[in-house]
């Protein structure tokens, strides 16, 4: 999200009242307590929570960002019993990168049906980890482990299976395809980014902050236009059964909660014209 361009404190305001958003004490001075600070570091403020709430309160954890979206290849699958199937501290969550599909305005509905195809980013990869065994998250990627040195059953030490790219092979296959070779995703969960949706959306958010939330100038801004256009893949759709069964639940459950009058609801489906 763009610190310089919206009032987050008001966008979070719209989702607490509607029950989608949790608030926790506030680390800075916001006028309504705003849960962190994107402008300093996003890595001192995934710190920060880990250390003062997170830490607590659950069995595993994951840092990711709104516009990124935990999905699987179909729906004999979900993330609890993937988790109870993991043998290590850290599942690693492969990157599906999600393109553009040409839209140069917002389309209609859900941000998650308007864009069907993507690319796998095989060098970056995101963590769902074990509280317990977390020394540090200070890093947005993943945590450093209290015993990162010791041997897992693949050779390799937890904390180079954990923080280096030599890791990547064994969370991707090679399918050949339209005289191509293409990379995919081997486990059956794993990250969609939203990383360029319309145009238009793209021209408000990412391609208009002048610092990221990681503290360093945004190199989207400079060449918004050819940028944008990069990321207009036509690689491969993958998990679009999942995911319009999922868009399907949400629009049920927000057209539930217009029936109950929650707040500002009417707002929403106007919004995604549902």
């Known amino acids: 999200c763009s610190y310089?361009?919206?009032?987050?404190?008001?966008?979070?305001?719209?989702?607490?009242?509607?029950g989608l958003v949790t608030l926790v004490p506030t680390f800075t001075n916001y006028s309504l307590n705003c849960i962190i600070d994107l402008k300093p570091n996003q890595s001192r403020n995934t710190k920060v929570m880990l250390e003062n709430y997170i830490k607590n309160d659950c069995e595993w954890i994951a840092n990711l960002d709104?516009?990124?979206?935990i999905t699987f290849y179909d729906n004999n699958y979900n993330l609890k019993d993937t988790m109870k199937d993991c043998k290590l501290p850290i599942f690693r969550l492969t990157w599906w990168m999600m393109g553009s599909d040409g839209h140069e305005t917002i389309p209609p509905g859900l941000l998650i049906e308007?864009?069907?195809y993507g690319?796998?980013?095989?060098?970056?990869?995101?963590?769902?980890?074990?509280?317990?065994?977390?020394?540090?998250?200070?890093?947005?990627?993943?945590?450093?482990?209290?015993?990162?040195?010791?041997?897992?059953?693949?050779?390799?030490?937890?904390?180079?299976y954990t923080e280096h790219d030599d890791s990547w092979p064994f969370e991707y296959?090679?399918?050949?395809?339209n005289n191509g070779i293409f990379n995919l995703p081997k486990a059956k969960v794993f990250i969609k980014h939203y990383r360029y949706s319309s145009y238009e959306e793209f021209s408000q958010q990412k391609g208009n902050i002048s610092i990221t939330a990681g503290g360093v100038v945004?190199?989207?801004?400079?060449?918004?236009?050819?940028?944008?256009?990069?990321?207009?893949?036509?690689?491969?759709?993958?998990?679009?059964?999942?995911?319009?069964?999922?868009?399907?639940?949400?629009?049920?459950?927000?057209?539930?909660?217009?029936?109950?009058k929650s707040i500002q609801i009417d707002k929403c489906l106007h919004y995604w014209n549902l």
């Open 173 to 177: 296959y090679q399918i050949y395809m």
């Open 4 to 18: 310089e361009i919206f009032n987050i404190s008001s966008n979070l305001d719209r989702y607490i009242k509607l």
């Open 66 to 69: 709104m516009d990124e979206y």
């Open 218 to 260: 945004n190199p989207w801004k400079v060449h918004r236009r050819q940028m944008w256009l990069e990321g207009n893949f036509s690689t491969m759709n993958i998990a679009n059964i999942y995911t319009a069964n999922k868009a399907h639940d949400v629009k049920e459950s927000l057209k539930q909660r217009k029936l109950t």
């Open 114 to 116: 308007g864009s069907h």
């Open 119 to 160: 690319e796998f980013n095989k060098y970056h990869i995101k963590s769902l980890a074990k509280r317990d065994e977390i020394r540090e998250w200070s890093f947005q990627l993943f945590p450093f482990f209290k015993d990162s040195n010791r041997l897992l059953p693949n050779g390799m030490s937890l904390k180079n």
